[in-house]
């Protein structure tokens, strides 16, 4: 084992505080600036310099692991697609977000190296959708807008979300926070800690109902899977503390979510069978008459919106993911993001426990949710991939007699 001096050890920690703080901040991007400039970049810079200040001093680094060769392979067919893209701007753009993703990936590998840590930065998480949820409360409470007419338009609509958030986005982010919730709440013996995810739990499915986004509705069914799992780790006070939790929950959604936010969640059936899934299925449409004409390497990445615009006269984003990535990067694009998402799900399925179904469930839930948005090059997507690739690291040196073996081949 490596020695560290105390100054190294010392950084560690300090990049490990802002990032951190980093993630705590990516459930409420768009919503925490500091002099204009969103706070998760001012965290990630730090971190990263104090990140490689510490890796200088001690002349180590982590070896990547197989789910990292993925993720790079991606970035770097978006930099390749510079050579064909017919939108250069949004192409250097959608790079520029994406090496910033990369780097966020890396930073999780180098510093989340305990299990310890890792489950610090699901809390993390967790803490930050937590304050979103109150801020959508607080425009219900207050009647607040962001001022804009889309905003407005959606207030009256009986749609919240916080500053800066779309409500199908903000709904995601919360469903993804719920598994991460209870499987906290299986682990955490610390009071407070407990009372935090417990809020959380309660705050993430008012807010989902809240935000009248019928995509979260179904990524809050999917999500609810894992309390049945995680029911039998419960101690019996938490077991009678759920049956608490849940009823309060049911409560507060029947008195305080408007009457029109129900009336559109009621119609998720309808719009899944007969809809146009508010005109999505048009801008799919028109998104695979232009994939046929480039299905190879697609047009380059972040120009759907400049291809589609020639068709139906309006420059909308793909609202799919999947069908985003396949349009824009073609058939190898797809097939990276296709080669990442099953080494994760199969990485997942050879971990012990509630850990394996906190993974399916999380990607599950996440492959609902992309699948009316596009989400491909959001922070919250990129940090699901770095904490799968992260629990694997440590797995091999904490957990090696359930799956050791099968973590090495992965690293």
């Not at 190898?332 to 997942?348: D, H, K, N, T």
Request: hydrophobic residues 55%.
């Amino acid at each position: 084992m490596v020695q560290r001096s105390p100054i190294a050890a010392l950084l560690d920690k300090f990049a490990f505080g802002l990032l951190w703080g980093f993630v705590l901040d990516i459930p409420m991007e768009g919503n925490t600036m500091v002099a204009g400039f969103v706070i998760t970049r001012w965290l990630g810079m730090l971190a990263l310099g104090v990140a490689l200040f510490r890796c200088a001093m001690t002349r180590t680094m982590r070896k990547p692991c197989l789910l990292h060769a993925w993720m790079a392979a991606f970035v770097v067919w978006v930099a390749l697609s510079l050579a064909w893209t017919i939108d250069t701007e949004m192409t250097i753009s959608r790079l520029g977000s994406y090496v910033q993703l990369l780097i966020m990936v890396w930073l999780i590998w180098e510093l989340a190296t305990t299990e310890k840590r890792w489950a610090s930065l699901l809390f993390a998480f967790c803490i930050g959708a937590g304050l979103s949820s109150i801020n959508a409360i607080k425009m219900l409470h207050t009647g607040m807008t962001d001022g804009s007419e889309e905003a407005q338009k959606l207030a009256e609509y009986g749609r919240f979300a916080p500053t800066g958030f779309d409500q199908n986005e903000f709904a995601l982010v919360l469903a993804l926070s719920v598994p991460m919730a209870i499987y906290l709440l299986t682990r955490e013996k610390s009071f407070w800690k407990s009372a935090v995810c417990w809020v959380e739990l309660g705050l993430a499915g008012f807010g989902i109902l809240l935000s009248g986004s019928r995509a979260g509705l179904l990524c809050l069914v999917v999500t609810s899977v894992m309390v049945p799992l995680a029911m039998p780790r419960f101690s019996p006070g938490k077991r009678r503390l759920l049956w608490v939790v849940l009823p309060c929950v049911a409560v507060c959604a029947a008195s305080y979510v408007p009457a029109g936010t129900w009336e559109r969640l009621m119609t998720t059936g309808s719009e899944l069978s007969a809809g146009t899934l508010d005109h999505r299925t048009v801008i799919w449409a028109a998104g695979v008459s232009v994939f046929r004409q480039h299905p190879l390497i697609g047009i380059g990445s972040g120009a759907f919106a400049t291809a589609v615009g020639g068709i139906i006269d309006i420059f909308y984003v793909a609202h799919n993911s999947f069908l985003s990535i396949l349009v824009e990067l073609g058939v190898i694009g797809e097939m990276i993001l296709l080669g990442l998402m099953a080494s994760m799900f199969y990485l997942a399925s050879r971990m012990r426990g509630l850990d394996r179904w906190l993974w399916v469930i999380l990607l599950l839930t996440w492959s609902v949710g992309v699948s009316s948005l596009t989400w491909e090059y959001r922070k919250a997507t990129w940090f699901l991939f770095a904490m799968v690739a992260a629990e694997a690291g440590f797995a091999t040196t904490v957990r090696p007699k359930t799956v050791q073996g099968q973590v090495r081949r992965f690293l």
